[in-house]
């Protein structure tokens, strides 16, 4: 079930309506039904890996308590269950194909396993529950079905923001209280996101799924048009889920982690990684950088933490080659940054510039969202052989079909469209790189309700419907 279809529509407005009318004994019966009807929708075999997944954690955490002295074995028990079983559905198939490969075997293998929807990110939420407990930050929950709640909660479960339990966990016991302006906040965001997916980042998408079905045939130009362009479709694709899941979080009473704080806005790889899919980011520097020893043991075992880091972060959005070597592109940027900084220091101070003037800062940006739009050349081919055709092709200005040819995926309409919603997202970024937002700005009703007509009535004129796009196909569902 998409956030975009009608069916949604009429699934939420019905779960508002229960959230604010039954009393408090009936709302972990509701929510849960409402997480499990919202996930079995998709596939009903998905639910009961999630209700294994849930019970295990739920019990293992109960085991560490009780048996103190066994805790950190329950810890490797339940984290490694949780993992072995991530391991097998998502990535055995990859890994087995690997070896064959080392091998020699000339055999290509697939196994076609049953990958539920969201089990990287719920996997993550249970497993970062358990090392809280392990480390005492948390003591393991009693109910039951509260902690069902957390671990199914739909607005999240599809695609993050990854939950934390002890931010999540202590909101389900707080009493149902109707706080108008927090709903109003939360449709506000929620409109915003689905205007960003339906206006802008479907209609991009129409662009790069053309040119990537061949892109052998388009000059190196267009091919670094359409690069550049798919740096901003998933970005508006994804911080439009995150939109739309901390708006509806927030119609419901809830508040779930920022996942996106105008990343592109960023002067640096590292800086760009704490405002991008923070959710994912904070759980790696928590529960692995950190506990591998992060910067606190010298310079090189520092930098084996970060490329360590970032390629198991590649691997985690997807078993192909190619999400390792955009992990580890990510993980070398910085590691470089590092190394370089004193040199591009002596450079400023040499050539008397101000590394933090105006200049600087606008140079700074644009180089960091040139080196993230290579790492998304691999992110998005289907094989290392096809990424570095594409970087070939544009590092030599090759041949091929040229910028008029953008004409056969978008019409004129469309292309001017994209031209006049693209700066009111720049400039909601803009804003939020200033550290200030458009959903905590205070509003007149007149103004609010005027912005909410201008959104509905966009999304229904100017959305993309209709054959060539699946508007329920959100980039991070696949992971």
């Given at each position: 079930?998409?956030?975009?279809?009608?069916?949604?529509?009429?699934?939420?407005?019905?779960?508002?309506?229960?959230?604010?009318?039954?009393?408090?004994?009936?709302?972990?019966?509701?929510?849960?039904?409402?997480?499990?009807?919202?996930?079995?929708?998709?596939?009903?075999?998905?639910?009961?890996?999630?209700?294994?997944d849930t019970l295990l954690a739920y019990g293992i955490g109960h085991l560490m308590r009780r048996q103190k002295d066994r805790a950190k074995l329950w810890l490797i028990v339940g984290v490694g269950t949780l993992f072995a079983i991530l391991f097998t559905l998502k990535y055995l198939d990859f890994f087995c194909q690997s070896v064959l490969d080392l091998l020699g075997v000339k055999l290509t293998l697939s196994l076609q396993i049953l990958l539920p929807v969201g089990i990287s990110f719920y996997t993550f939420s249970l497993a970062g529950y358990l090392w809280d407990i392990y480390r005492g930050k948390m003591e393991p929950e009693s109910n039951v079905l509260q902690f069902a709640v957390y671990a199914s909660f739909f607005p999240s479960i599809m695609a993050g923001p990854i939950n934390q339990a002890r931010d999540f966990l202590p909101q389900l016991e707080m009493p149902v209280v109707w706080r108008p302006e927090q709903v109003k906040g939360g449709l506000l965001r929620f409109l915003w996101g689905m205007g960003k997916k339906l206006i802008v980042a479907d209609q991009l998408g129409l662009l790069v799924n053309g040119i990537y079905a061949a892109p052998g045939a388009y000059s190196g130009r267009m091919l670094l048009l359409t690069s550049v362009v798919y740096s901003f479709q998933i970005y508006f694709d994804f911080a439009a889920y995150s939109d739309m899941a901390l708006g509806a979080a927030s119609m419901l009473g809830f508040a779930l982690m920022e996942n996106f704080k105008a990343p592109y806005f960023s002067r640096n790889i590292q800086t760009f990684w704490k405002k991008w899919h923070i959710s994912l980011t904070s759980w790696f520097r928590e529960y692995l950088y950190i506990p591998l020893g992060g910067s606190r043991e010298g310079k090189g075992k520092t930098y084996r933490n970060i490329l360590l880091v970032f390629t198991i972060s590649g691997l985690w959005h997807g078993a192909a080659v190619t999400f390792l070597v955009w992990g580890l592109l990510n993980g070398l940027y910085q590691v470089v940054g590092k190394l370089s900084y004193p040199v591009r220091q002596r450079f400023y101070r040499i050539l008397h510039l101000n590394p933090d003037g105006r200049g600087a800062i606008y140079w700074q940006t644009f180089v960091t969202f040139l080196l993230v739009t290579v790492t998304w050349i691999f992110f998005r081919a289907d094989s290392l052989s096809e990424a570095f055709c594409i970087l070939g092709r544009i590092l030599t200005g090759a041949e091929g079909k040229g910028a008029f040819h953008v004409m056969e995926f978008l019409s004129k309409r469309q292309i001017c469209l994209l031209l006049i919603a693209f700066l009111p997202l720049v400039l909601a970024d803009g804003f939020e790189a200033a550290g200030r937002s458009v959903f905590t700005c205070k509003m007149r009703p007149l103004v609010y309700w005027s912005l909410i007509i201008v959104l509905v009535l966009s999304i229904l004129v100017f959305g993309a419907y209709g054959p060539g796009f699946h508007a329920q196909d959100f980039v991070y569902f696949q992971f």
């Open positions: 079930m998409s956030y975009t279809t009608v069916t949604f529509a009429g699934f939420f407005t019905i779960v508002l309506f229960l959230r604010y009318r039954l009393p408090d004994r009936a709302q972990m019966p509701m929510l849960l039904l409402a997480n499990y009807s919202f996930y079995l929708w998709a596939k009903p075999a998905y639910g009961f890996l999630l209700f294994w």
